[in-house]
Nanobody, 119 residues
Framework: EVQIVESGGGSVQPGGSLTLSCVGS????????MSWYRQAPGKERELVAD????????NYATSVKGRFTISRDNAKNTVYLQLNSLKSEVAAVYYC????????????WGQGTQVTVSS
């Protein structure tokens, strides 16, 4: 059974940093593009960043460029999201998604990890 498990969320002070991790299992991790999404209360889920299977192409939402960094380690079946210079508006549940580039039905979501920014 495919599993996507996020971790690393928590409460951080404004200006602080946090690293989220997402581990995938029971699928060919390196063949899948990985994405981070977030959903704040009362808002729609939005794409934060994504990375191709081989890590050669990365895309960021405009709102996080320069502050967030996505990376992956295919040997560990893990994708990361480094969050820096955190502001209150980034507080949300962060979700990880795996998507096969050629099989539209092959999309898998994690359960999410909560990020809170508070002084």
């Amino acid at each position: 059974e495919v599993q996507i498990v996020e971790s690393g969320g928590g409460s951080v002070q404004p200006g602080g940093s946090l690293t989220l991790s997402c581990v995938g299992s029971d699928f060919t991790f390196s063949a899948y593009a990985m994405s981070w999404y977030r959903q704040a209360p009362g808002k729609e889920r939005e794409l934060v960043a994504d990375i191709t299977g081989d890590g050669s192409r990365i895309n960021y939402a405009t709102s996080v460029k320069g502050r967030f960094t996505i990376s992956r380690d295919n040997a560990k079946n893990t994708v990361y999201l480094q969050l820096n210079s955190l502001k209150s508006e980034v507080a949300a549940v962060y979700y990880c998604m795996a998507a096969h580039p050629f099989v539209r039905a092959a999309r898998y979501w994690g359960q999410g990890t909560q990020v809170t920014v508070s002084s």
